[in-house]
DNA sequence: ACCTGAACACCGTTCAAGT
DNA sequence: ACCTGAACACCGTTCAAGT
């Protein structure tokens, strides 16, 4: 008995040919998930936001994985694309200035770098801007005195740092349902130094402050290479 | 038609109030990931697995999230138990073995690290056990002249450091399947200090050097900051 | 108090068509 | 070439019982 009066739920009529495309479908599921979350993409809400046939989808897709691979690609270039360094710093205060808005870009939105956390799946297009972004960091470090693979691991150690930084912060901040029966304080006879370390989440706090000095410190660290470095090529007295 | 006489398909008898306990639940989900995965592991499975009506689980876990929590502390138990430290190292010595070690056994067992790098739920018992690890390398930094809170912050950072090293050599070891059409390599001129950086994977490359690396920069900051203060406290001349 | 199957509301994906 | 619904094999979880 098909309904034909009233257009009550109206079965959704078969779309023309041409009228789907692998970019509506991919901007259909970044609006979804930003409106909602990620768990909130599923394949059948996604075609029924699009007003498509759930299995549509799959032609342009060969799966969700791919999906999310593309849609993964897309955050980073925004991602990518908001980053930037102010020109004429010296070394030391580019490392501060990359770093820093590094971390903060991806605290900001906790939503795509987890997407991007765990496909971290590049463009072409923004893997070369972000090499661009990262080889000036680089010709920066070799202009004051550093060898360049030195640079290199520079950056990448620093990377490191900031990518740990920024899970432990994701972390305490995903903790804040402190789990039921945990919450007392052990308060262990044991522990001479630091009575911090007998509360129940000890090492989730300050991040902002512990992030801040370990890039200090790092910063610290490459400057008395460099020196050392310096003095052993005027030769050794 | 109830089947009688040969025992095919025997639809497994009721089993009687005792029989089954969180303990074994637990140590059934434990065993399921261990042989399997974490993927692996559903309720139906697990149910089938010890032999119990899939419901059962639900008496002694609330929801499979609670099971996971459980699994978490369990795993981490281990990683807690597992983890030493040689006694009388010098500061920077005891500083180098604790992460190299913290490290290490993180990647040998990347499944169980997965879950507890996701969930990060201590028991009270391996918390204590933790703080205690920690505790006594703070002792040492504290005692070598480094104030406590910074001997914090330092013990802070260096863990984000190598928890970001953890992650970004788990992710580059997942990302064996290259995507399909990413491969080319695109020879931007504009790179000029690195050709390293046209590579496809140029930021995947060498994690054991870049962390030990950037382990002994921190280390090199932490000494200077340590002659900074000292030099600060016995009056500048 | 403990254990259970049936049932519910979802998934992602395949297949055999329709146009 | 593109779009589709029906169907499959799974999920996690709830409920109303059984003992």
Known sequence: VPASTTGQESPRKRRARGSISAEEILQGAYDLVSEASLDALSMPRLAQRLGVGVTSIYWYYRSKDDLLDALAGRAM????????V?????WDDHIRAFFHNYRRLFLEDATWSDLIALRASYT??????????IDRMLQILVSA??????????YQSLSMF??????????AAARGRAGSAETGTPSDPELQVLPLLARPHPWSWGEDEDFAFGLENAIRGLRALLAQLSADGSGAA
């Open 77 to 84: 270039s925004e991602f990518v694309e908001e980053f930037t």
């Open 145 to 154: 005195g550093f060898p360049a693979e030195v640079a290199m691991s520079a």
């Open 124 to 133: 072409s297009d923004s893997r070369r801007l972000a090499a661009r972004r």
């Open 86 to 90: 102010p020109d004429d710093l010296s």
């Open 162 to 171: 900031t990518e740990g930084s920024i899970a432990m912060a994701r972390g």
